[in-house]
């Protein structure tokens, strides 16, 4: 893997949301604490190094406005929120990629390399992937900095991962791939 160029990254942080967090509370392999721990750490890591991040939250249209509000609130602390490299978006379909606005972003700014993190391994962050695979992008997913319901899940999307072409990294290598 070549090393990616910093000002062609993205790290695009999939629906750490509050809610999903509790009701993922016996997730595997790794537990929602430590997904949310690791996932602030490489925030953190990526701002510093001027990389851009998304942060994307899921929730349903239907919901009343206050309720969708309410659901997408995402879990990371204030600190790690506010740099201004930081943008958050809402989908209403398991991809990121759905949002119109994220593609408008990606369509006018030099991203070639896009890391992923997030939950859940099985859905928004598989999907998600496919959806930049195909679009052209080189995905990187942060295996540490997502879990699913289960290990077998989790595991299986990996191998699913690897096999589109992601390459799968942990947050620990994450310092030397940018």
Do not use: C, W
């Amino acid at each position: 893997m070549m090393k990616p160029n910093k000002q062609h990254t993205l790290l695009l942080v999939i629906d750490l949301q509050k809610f999903l967090l509790k009701l993922l509370k016996k997730a595997e392999p790794y537990p929602p604490a430590q997904i949310l721990e690791t996932n602030e750490k490489l925030i953190t890591m990526m701002t510093s190094k001027g990389i851009p991040s998304a942060l994307v939250s899921v929730t349903q249209k239907f919901l009343p406005k206050k309720y969708r509000q309410k659901s997408s609130q995402l879990a990371l602390s204030k600190d790690v929120m506010a740099p201004s490299l930081i943008e958050t978006y809402t989908k209403y379909q398991p991809s990121a990629y759905s949002i119109p606005e994220l593609r408008h972003f990606l369509e006018h700014h030099p991203i070639d390399t896009i890391i992923i993190t997030g939950i859940v391994t099985n859905n928004g962050v598989l999907k998600t992937a496919k959806d930049l695979l195909s679009a052209g992008y080189q995905v990187i997913v942060i295996e540490d900095a997502t879990t699913a319901r289960t290990k077998k899940l989790h595991d299986r999307s990996i191998t699913e991962l690897k096999k589109l072409g992601a390459i799968v990294q942990s947050s620990d290598l994450a310092v030397e791939i940018v």
